[in-house]
């Protein structure tokens, strides 16, 4: 029998894992990308602190040129491994890219946590994030918009979790009317070629 304390304890890790995966997506819609071509935010030194600070950066500091230069890396790694969630490469650059971040497990009463021992706190914050959220089995709710001018990534937290568009009123309403038009135009040439 499940107790409302074990319940209260599974709503809040599904919670943080939540929060980590949208942290996560953020991270990843801070790269250039869109049509037109959205600059890299992590190039904004405010905005960067922002995006970091779920991961461990100290909101009061800018990360250094080569924290930037990790984060970046591995950034484009966690976009591979989100467009092919099966390739194995992508997530063999990702191991090759975070293996400075060294953690060692610790046990308590009823928990492993892992703790890191040596790197740079804030790739090992990322990596951290990222090994939650895939050992919840949250990572295939990470997804990149369906619109190929967007390209945003989204955690999808739909029931069905078939959610395609990252907001259905920028990107899915207007594939809905562009495929509505192209079904009314061809429709209408199968009406004149009729005539």
Excluded at 21 to 45: M, V, Y
Excluded at 64 to 91: F, G
Excluded at 101 to 126: C, I, K, M, N, Y
Aim: net charge negative.
């Amino acid at each position: 029998m499940v107790s409302m304390a074990d319940t209260g304890t599974a709503g809040a890790e599904r919670t943080r894992i939540a929060d980590l995966a949208g942290a996560i997506a953020e991270l990843l819609n801070s790269r250039p990308h869109a049509t037109p071509q959205i600059p890299d935010k992590l190039d904004d030194p405010q905005a960067a602190r922002r995006l970091l600070c779920p991961f461990g950066l100290d909101t009061t500091a800018d990360p250094s040129p080569e924290q930037l230069t990790l984060v970046r890396t591995v950034r484009a790694d966690l976009m591979d491994a989100v467009a092919a969630p099966d390739d194995d490469v992508a997530w063999d650059a990702l191991t090759e890219h975070s293996a400075s971040a060294d953690f060692r497990r610790t046990f308590s009463a009823g928990e492993a946590r892992l703790h890191q021992v040596a790197g740079d706190p804030l790739l090992g914050g990322v990596i951290s994030a990222v090994a939650d959220v895939v050992g919840a089995g949250a990572w295939a709710r990470l997804r990149v918009c369906g619109n190929p001018d967007c390209r945003a990534v989204f955690h999808d937290t739909t029931r069905s979790g078939s959610q395609r568009w990252h907001s259905y009123e920028l990107c899915g309403n207007r594939a809905n009317v562009a495929a509505h038009r192209n079904r009314k135009r061809i429709a209408s040439a199968h009406q004149d070629d009729r005539a």
